[in-house]
């Protein structure tokens, strides 16, 4: 061989480990930009969900608060609604990890981190093998 041909091959070998990291590249900026997209839709619609959640629940319990003072002294009916959303507060507060932690952390993880690989059950199943 020659040195030209040796040349040849390494440039075309150069070229093609040149083009195959701007892949990875490339590859690596689209699921960055794919997953920063899903974030940030996923906080959008949390915060519009919030924003209308909130609304409602303030109309249910001006409303809650308006039909029970009906039926007793309105300082009392409101002091029971508010006392309903002192009552929620606290078991939010109290299953925080159940309700808001876990799910978040779910979600950010099958986000961000691959699936892992699956096996099949009778691989990890070693009691069904009766060893003579």
Same mark, same amino acid.
């Given at each position: 061989?020659?040195?030209?041909?040796?040349?040849?091959?390494?440039?075309?070998?150069?070229?093609?480990?040149?083009?195959?990291?701007?892949?990875?590249?490339?590859?690596?900026?689209?699921?960055?930009?794919?997953? %920063?997209?899903?974030?940030?839709?996923?906080?959008? &619609?949390?915060? !519009? *969900?919030? $924003?209308?959640? /909130?609304?409602? +629940? #303030?109309?249910?319990?001006?409303?809650?608060?308006?039909?029970?003072?009906?039926?007793?002294?309105?300082?009392?009916?409101? %002091?029971?609604?508010?006392?309903?959303?002192?009552? &929620?507060?606290? !078991? *939010?507060? $109290?299953?925080? /990890?159940?309700? +808001? #932690?876990?799910?978040?952390?779910?979600?950010?993880?099958?986000?961000?981190?691959?699936?892992?690989?699956?096996?099949?059950?009778?691989?990890?199943?070693?009691?069904?093998?009766?060893?003579?």
């Amino acid at each position: 061989m020659s040195d030209n041909e040796n040349n040849t091959g390494l440039s075309a070998i150069s070229a093609t480990i040149r083009q195959y990291l701007q892949l990875l590249v490339e590859d690596a900026r689209l699921n960055a930009t794919e997953k %920063i997209t899903r974030l940030l839709a996923a906080i959008a &619609l949390a915060s !519009l *969900l919030t $924003i209308v959640i /909130t609304a409602a +629940l #303030l109309f249910a319990s001006i409303s809650a608060g308006l039909a029970l003072s009906m039926i007793m002294n309105p300082v009392w009916a409101f %002091i029971i609604v508010a006392g309903f959303f002192l009552l &929620l507060m606290a !078991l *939010l507060i $109290i299953f925080r /990890t159940q309700l +808001l #932690l876990n799910p978040i952390a779910r979600y950010m993880s099958r986000l961000l981190l691959p699936a892992p690989k699956t096996t099949k059950p009778e691989d990890n199943d070693k009691s069904a093998s009766i060893p003579e």
